[in-house]
């Protein structure tokens, strides 16, 4: 997934049908390089976290901060991602 957020491909195959329609990608390609800036390279994806079956997080650590990576999956199988969120956490 870190490989993706940093450069975002329309045609990786894990997201939901529509989510390209709900997150536009040239919105998180410009959102990605403006976090990126901010926080450096990435050093280490932490494990997920589940929040339920569906829902779950985890904390990348980068150089000069640490991201947050939230994402929901579809209830299908296999499921896909269909909504996303990349925050910078504040320590």
Not at 4 to 31: C, G, R
Not at 43 to 50: D, G, H, L, R, S
């Amino acid at each position: 997934m870190a490989k993706i957020i940093t450069h975002w491909d329309q045609s990786t195959p894990i997201f939901a049908e529509n989510f390209f329609e709900d997150y536009p990608i040239e919105d998180l390609k410009n959102s990605a390089d403006a976090i990126f800036k901010k926080v450096g390279k990435i050093i280490q994806v932490n494990a997920m976290m589940p929040e339920n079956q569906l829902r779950g997080y985890c904390i990348i650590d980068c150089e000069k901060g640490k991201l947050k990576l939230a994402f929901t999956l579809t209830p299908e199988n296999p499921a896909l991602i269909q909504e996303y969120h990349l925050t910078i956490e504040n320590n």
